[in-house]
């Protein structure tokens, strides 16, 4: 739960014959406290959202609906995960590029971010995320 890559994680799945839950509770299942969560929807069937990277932010992806894929950058290589289920997400460290794509009509996607929206936080330009990412190992 300590890793600094992204990684999957399950989450908890009480089934039911009347419908299933899961959960999220802070550090509990997620690596960070939750301080802001927002959700992405009404994105037409097989659209891209633009890639961005965080300086400091951590987030958890969650597919409530639908599917997608997260394209993730670590600045030499890239890798792309495939989300398509309410009870596992996608950890995502800060100073890892991300972008969101292939998603499916109606799919929602839930990120929880582990501070405020900060506008400094966020790196825009892939480049200028390379050489940051480059000093850092």
């Known amino acids: 739960m300590t890793s600094n890559k992204p990684h999957i994680i399950d989450l908890p799945k009480v089934t039911d ?7 999220i509770q802070n550090s509990d299942q997620i690596p960070f406290d939750i301080q802001r969560t927002y959700w992405i ?6 659209m891209f959202r ?3 990277a965080f ?3 951590h987030e958890f992806i ?5 599917s997608f894929d997260v394209v993730l950058h670590d600045g030499v290589e890239e890798k ?11 950890y995502v460290p800060p100073m890892t590029w991300r972008s969101i794509d292939n998603f499916s009509t109606n799919s929602v996607a839930m990120v929880l971010s582990s501070t405020l ?6 790196i825009r330009n892939f480049e200028e995320f390379q050489k ?6």
């Open 50 to 52: 633009n890639g961005h």
């Open 55 to 57: 300086r400091t932010q």
């Open 62 to 66: 969650v597919a409530l609906s639908g």
């Open 17 to 23: 014959p009347r419908g299933n839950l899961s959960f």
């Open 41 to 46: 929807y009404d994105v037409p069937g097989g």
């Open 80 to 90: 792309r995960i495939h989300l398509s289920r309410s009870y596992y997400g996608l």
């Open 132 to 137: 940051l990412s480059c000093n850092e190992k």
């Open 117 to 122: 929206y900060d506008e400094n936080d966020y």
